[in-house]
């Protein structure tokens, strides 16, 4: 069945926009757009309104060329278009349309719009303690707005703080997998704490070669980064079973991520390093037969059997 049939998305031009936030996610997000594919088809739609609007956001901070006051520009404009009751961009349409569908708190969304606005402005955060605060509105959020399309098995306030920690375990992945992509648009995310323990100064990673110091700077912000994960773990069960497995899937996969790094050597200043196709596979395809018979026994009186 088709996803935005499934959804009960029967306006033709909101159907248009779902399936545009579906491309944009399709396109930009290779690891997220596979682990949904494990979800219902009715709850996909959502994930990828939610994608594209956070995906849409991130490339006005990072178009190419831009000047800041048409980064500050881009921003208000995707703000205000949010606000409005009728929004002209397709991609505010799907995510109104999410929000009111899911009941997500809209400030969520106020949140993250002011962690895109500090990447405006702030180019190196001192302290971990600092850069949560950034991570509050980039992270957080997004594990927060994810749980009430996924459904949980527990209340949902008992879920939330593992939903916020996988957000944040896989924002840290992503700092540590995009550190010389980051520097080159003139951002460190790594907090200079780590940086000064490590004897790692912003111009040693500007030479974009790899050695002993950074190799340590890297070990560290990945052990502290695999301690997120472990608290953000438990959360798994809490979610709806027929959920389970897209979580788990991208739990793994993205976590994956920081195995590949050490296994390259730490090598992230000049190439972005990814799981490879066949891990990729290993892991989501079992998850997906999986998922197909959790859906075919919530069925009543299906068989629990794979066609």
Not at 129 to 149: F, K, T
Not at 176 to 199: K, M, T
Not at 263 to 287: F, G, M, T
Not at 298 to 305: E, L, V
């Amino acid at each position: 069945m088709n996803e935005r049939t499934a959804a009960r998305i029967v306006d033709a031009r909101l159907r248009a926009d779902y399936a545009y936030c579906r491309s944009v996610a399709r396109r930009h997000g290779r690891t997220y757009f596979l682990a949904t594919r494990l979800l219902t088809p009715d709850r996909r739609p959502a994930v990828h309104a939610l994608y594209a609007f956070a995906r849409t956001a991130d490339d006005v901070v990072d178009q190419p060329g831009a000047t800041r006051a048409e980064q500050e520009a881009g921003l208000h404009r995707l703000t205000q278009e949010l606000a409005r009751d009728h929004p002209a961009h397709p991609v505010c349409r799907a995510v109104q349309d999410t929000v009111r569908r899911n009941g997500i708190d809209p400030s969520l969304h106020t949140e993250f719009m002011s962690s895109m606005r500090m990447d405006l402005t702030v180019t190196e955060y001192e302290t971990f303690a600092d850069l949560q605060r950034y991570i509050r509105g980039s992270a957080e959020v997004i594990g927060l707005q994810m749980l009430p399309v996924l459904g949980t098995v527990v209340p949902r306030a008992e879920a939330e703080p593992h939903a916020a920690a996988l957000g944040v375990a896989f924002q840290l992945t992503n700092f540590i997998r995009d550190v010389g992509e980051d520097l080159d648009r003139g951002r460190v995310y790594l907090p200079q704490e780590s940086l000064r323990a490590a004897n790692v100064t912003r111009e040693h990673l500007a030479r974009h070669v790899v050695d002993a110091p950074i190799r340590e700077l890297l070990r560290g912000e990945i052990a502290r980064t695999r301690a997120v994960y472990r608290r953000a773990e438990p959360g798994i069960e809490m979610v709806d079973p027929v959920s389970r497995d897209c979580v788990r899937t991208a739990f793994r996969l993205y976590r994956d991520i920081l195995d590949e790094i050490e296994r390259q050597d730490y090598q992230v200043l000049d190439r972005r390093l990814s799981v490879p196709k066949r891990r990729r596979l290993s892991v989501a395809v079992p998850a997906l037969a999986h998922a197909w018979r959790t859906r075919l026994a919530r069925r009543p009186g299906a068989s629990t059997q794979p066609a």
